[in-house]
């Protein structure tokens, strides 16, 4: 018997041991807002440039047209922003706020693949940007809460490394299909 439990008590060990830290699945699903931030804006300077230089399924588009495409996004942000400063911690609560962003990314990803009218295309980057809003505003409060005393403020950090790594796998993805080496 003594044998056996011994075997046991190894047994857990090695299964905490292989196992996952607790914190890293929170981690991860916050860090993966501000990736999709980062190449929101990496992707979007691509896209403008290369729209700029042609013709897309909208036609051609002005310079006026082209801003709003770039920056339509980032007016979803904001709100998104500015609204869960009131209601955010109160009233949705940080899983929630997670979950929405979530979706709200989902459905702004699919309204702008399939958007016919460039109308439709840009209420789709501002529902995406609702969702890079609503991120950009739980993810931090909620890693720090799920987080190890001692490695909070390093996880918070690499939150914000996680734009940047979105920022440059955005150019990168841009530069892959514009066919031009030219950052």
Do not use: C
């Amino acid at each position: 018997n003594i044998n056996a439990l011994q075997k046991s008590n190894v047994d857990v060990q090695l299964n905490k041991s292989n196992a996952l830290p607790p914190w890293l699945p929170s981690f991860v699903t916050a860090a993966l807002g501000g990736l999709l931030f980062g190449s929101d804006i990496g992707s979007s300077s691509s896209v403008v440039r290369i729209l700029g230089e042609s013709v897309s399924d909208f036609g051609s588009l002005d310079s006026i047209q082209l801003g709003q495409l770039a920056s339509s996004s980032l007016l979803g942000a904001m709100i998104a922003s500015a609204s869960l400063i009131k209601i955010g911690d109160k009233q949705l609560g940080r899983k929630t706020e997670l979950i929405t962003a979530s979706l709200l990314f989902t459905l702004g990803t699919i309204l702008e693949y399939f958007a016919p009218t460039f109308s439709l295309e840009l209420i789709g980057r501002a529902i995406y940007g609702l969702g890079i809003g609503t991120a950009m505003h739980v993810a931090p409060l909620y890693i720090a809460e799920t987080s190890p005393s001692d490695i909070r403020g390093k996880l918070v950090s690499l939150k914000e490394a996680a734009i940047v790594g979105g920022i440059v796998l955005g150019y990168a993805t841009g530069v892959a299909f514009s066919g031009d080496s030219n950052w």
